[in-house]
């Protein structure tokens, strides 16, 4: 068995997979220190929200919520992502 990590850049196509990771429960609590709601985008975010239309998710909702980066309430867009039923 091959013990050996490999390491290289993140691309644009392992965005999608992070995103999904973070949203994971367990994951956040065993974090312990995550972003209060990892379902959002803020609204004026127009190149991750075009990301995330283009790996299936869709607005759902607007909000608007505190900002710990910014120190301030900004708007947000609510992200779901499409399943392939819908």
Known sequence: MDSEVKLRDVNKDDLPIYFEQQLDNFSNYMAAFTAKDPTRAAKDNTASIRVLKK???????????F???RAEE????????SSKAE
């Not at 790996?55 to 607007?62: M, N, Q, T």
């Not at 900004?74 to 992502?81: A, D, Q, R």
């Open 67 to 69: 900002s710990n980066a």
């Open 74 to 81: 900004v708007e947000e867009y609510v992200l779901k992502l």
């Open 55 to 65: 790996y299936g998710f869709k607005i759902c909702d607007e909000d608007k919520g």
